[in-house]
Nanobody, 116 residues
Framework: QVQLVESGGGLVKSGRSLRLTCAAS????????MTWYRQAPGKERELVAS????????TYGAFVKDRFTLSRDNEMNTVLLQMFNLKPEDTAVYYC?????????WGQGTQVTVSS
């Protein structure tokens, strides 16, 4: 059974940092790309960052503007999203995603709230 578990969210003030972790189990983690999405109240879910399975190449949403860094540990089956200089508009539920064999797997999400 595939399971993705996010952690690390919380309430921080503008300008501070947070590190989100996604722990995966139940399939061959190192084969698949991993992606973080976020969804703010009343808005559509949007891509935050993604990382390739073996080249570790990354892509980021335009709003990130060098504030976030995505990495993965294929031995620990984890993906880390380091977020710096957080802004109130980063407030959202952040979700970890894996697409495997044409199917999307999602974690339960972790809330990030940034106060001004």
């Amino acid at each position: 059974q595939v399971q993705l578990v996010e952690s690390g969210g919380g309430l921080v003030k503008s300008g501070r940092s947070l590190r989100l972790t996604c722990a995966a189990s139940g399939l061959s983690f190192w084969i698949y790309g991993m992606t973080w999405y976020r969804q703010a109240p009343g808005k559509e879910r949007e891509l935050v960052a993604s990382i390739a399975p073996t080249t570790y190449g990354t892509t980021y949403g335009a709003f990130v503007k060098d504030r976030f860094t995505l990495s993965r540990d294929n031995e620990m089956n984890t993906v880390l999203l380091q977020m710096f200089n957080l802004k109130p508009e980063d407030t959202a539920v952040y979700y970890c995603n894996m697409r495997a064999s044409g199917r999307d797997y999602w974690g339960q999400g972790t809330q990030v709230t940034v106060s001004s």
